[in-house]
Nanobody, 131 residues
Framework: VQLVESGGGLVPHGGSLRLSCATSGFRFDDYAIGWFRQAPGKEREWVSCISPRNVKPLNAPFAKDDFGKDRWTVFRDSAKKTAYLQMNSLKSEDTAVYYC????????????????????WGQGTQVTVSS
């Protein structure tokens, strides 16, 4: 089983990045795919979750702007067995290592923020937002 994140890097405040999570070794269409992040000196926190059929993707509250609109979008491509996290309007506090994860329950819900729900984890990709 592999989950390989890519697309991280250095971006200015207000910029955008698209992270990719390429998967192999399990039935991609049976798993919900999530994203977590860990900033320096902080605990890891949940970012987003998307179910196999793109039903009701969930984002953490910090992924919204001041007007409650989503800054970020999570989506997936079954043919490529890859999930994506499109991050717009990035802030310095978004600086972290971002991890993609897979949940064999195949759904996103109220407990998607719990790390224990996810069986497989990637190694992470660094996102740095300059102020």
């Amino acid at each position: 089983v592999q989950l390989v994140e890519s697309g991280g890097g250095l971006v200015p405040h207000g910029g955008s990045l698209r992270l990719s999570c390429a998967t192999s070794g399990f039935r991609f269409d049976d798993y919900a795919i999530g994203w977590f992040r860990q900033a320096p000196g902080k605990e890891r926190e949940w970012v987003s979750c998307i179910s196999p059929r793109n039903v009701k993707p969930l984002n953490a509250p910090f992924a919204k702007d001041d007007f409650g609109k989503d800054r970020w979008t999570v989506f997936r491509d079954s043919a490529k067995k890859t999930a994506y996290l499109q991050m717009n309007s990035l802030k310095s506090e978004d600086t972290a290592v971002y991890y993609c994860v897979a949940d064999d329950r195949g759904v996103c819900g109220a407990d998607s923020w719990q790390e224990a729900q996810y069986e497989y984890w990637g190694q992470g990709t660094q996102v740095t937002v300059s102020s």
